[in-house]
T-cell receptor
């Protein structure tokens, strides 16, 4: 079975541009969460989606948005990119919201803003 | 104050050593607790869940003290392959989102 897949794996963008990151959860998983990890820190929660609805949002500006599709895949969008948005963006999936036993992460998209 | 605080590290230990990591969390309403392992430039991977009764998985033992809001991880008989960053993680909120500590880097030396 495929794990959590993310695309692209690496991306270089210029300040002010827009970026879309994609995530496909493990088959049968209905919950997708997005995390941002900057160098030297632990991942930070951005969004959680379950059954195509936003169920949680972290402390990120409105430049960050996301959605979940009927097949449970998800997109993370970031507008007006800043240098500080350079990070590893991780997608995590779980069978349902509020899973007790942890989440499975994809290998991430490494975004560099220049 | 950070929601999840860990020993800053780094920890450099010889093979076969026992090493302990500690972690405290500030949200008393936190619901679930985990240790994740992250190799350099890779994604975090679940190492183990942590329960109040304590739990053991081979060479790894995790403990949770809800009263003190304290979590620990003990690694016995360290292997070279244990070298990684260990992340203390708590789950809270209606979305059960994960809050990560900054991680503690472990290097096991031959």
């Amino acid at each position: 079975d495929a794990g959590v897949t993310q695309s692209p794996t690496h991306l270089i963008k210029t300040r002010g541009q827009h970026v879309t990151l994609r995530c496909s959860p493990i088959s049968g998983h209905k919950s997708v969460s997005w995390y941002q990890q900057v160098l030297g820190q632990g991942p930070q929660f951005i969004f959680q989606y379950y059954e195509k609805e936003e169920r949680g949002r972290g402390n990120f500006p409105d430049r960050f948005s996301a959605r979940q599709f009927p097949n449970y895949s998800s997109e993370l969008n970031v507008n007006a990119l800043l240098l500080g948005d350079s990070a590893l963006y991780l997608c995590a999936s779980s069978p349902r919201q509020g899973v007790r036993y942890g989440y499975t992460f994809g290998s991430g998209t490494r975004l560099t803003v220049v | 104050r950070k929601e999840v605080e860990q020993d800053p590290g780094p920890f450099n230990v010889p093979e076969g050593a026992t090493v302990a990591f500690n972690c405290t969390y500030s949200n008393s309403a936190s619901q679930s607790f985990f240790w994740y392992r992250q190799d350099c430039r890779k994604e975090p991977k679940l190492l183990m869940s942590v329960y109040s009764s304590g739990n053991e998985d081979g060479r790894f033992t995790a403990q949770l003290n809800r009263a003190s809001q304290y979590i620990s991880l003990l690694i016995r008989d360290s292997k070279l392959s244990d070298s990684a960053t260990y992340l203390c993680v708590v789950s809270s909120g209606s979305a059960r989102q994960l809050t990560f500590g900054s991680g503690t880097q472990l290097t096991v030396l031959p």
